[in-house]
């Protein structure tokens, strides 16, 4: 089991995600002592916490980088609402 787990987080960290999908899939087929099927509770848990924690951080980062730009868009309509009152108070002192 320990032999799978390094191989596994290294195609992860290669990012070679296909292969190791591929090896994941052979997750079952691996010996089974109740040590061994413990490992491999343990290895599956710290998985999920891993992906569910890359899925929230890229989440997070799409969420920080629209509220940056719903910022940037704001102030924009700010001024273009100042400068329509500045040119409607213009015309009407002009009259």
């Known amino acids: 089991m320990k032999e ?13 995600l296909e292969e190791a999908k591929a090896l994941l899939s052979t997750l ?8 061994e099927r413990a490992e491999a509770k343990l290895f599956m848990t710290d998985l999920y916490v891993r992906l569910t924690n890359a899925a ?17 868009l704001a102030a924009k ?5 100042e400068a329509a009152k500045l040119a409607k108070a213009r015309a009407s002192l002009a009259e």
């Open 4 to 16: 799978f787990v390094a191989q596994f987080k290294a195609l992860l960290d290669a990012g070679k």
């Open 28 to 35: 079952g087929s691996l010996p089974e002592t109740a040590e």
């Open 56 to 72: 929230n951080q890229a989440y997070l980062d799409i969420l920080h980088d629209s509220i940056a730009k719903l910022k940037v």
């Open 77 to 81: 309509d700010r001024d273009i609402d």
